[in-house]
């Protein structure tokens, strides 16, 4: 199991995880990552997300991989 940390930033804005999650393996981080970003576009409001992106890091500080939350919204119409 490792601890990794869900980073959220923007180019006006960061948003850090400062207590993480522990997962089993990089697919969980992944089903994780997708489970962040929802909540956050779900989030009533009238926030653009689509410039946003969830960085997902190992308690070293170092970057595993990256989400743009726009992989989840898709294009606007």
Excluded: K
């Excluded at 393996?25 to 992106?53: H, K, Y």
């Amino acid at each position: 199991m490792a601890q990794i940390y869900f980073h959220c930033s923007s180019a006006e804005q960061v948003l850090l995880d400062p207590c993480g999650s522990d997962v089993e393996d990089l697919t969980n981080a992944c089903e994780r990552a997708v489970g962040v970003v929802q909540r956050f576009i779900s989030t009533p409001g009238l926030e653009d997300w689509r410039d946003w992106i969830l960085h997902v890091s190992d308690g070293d500080g170092e970057e595993i991989f990256e989400m743009p939350f726009s992989s989840l919204l898709g294009r606007p119409h």
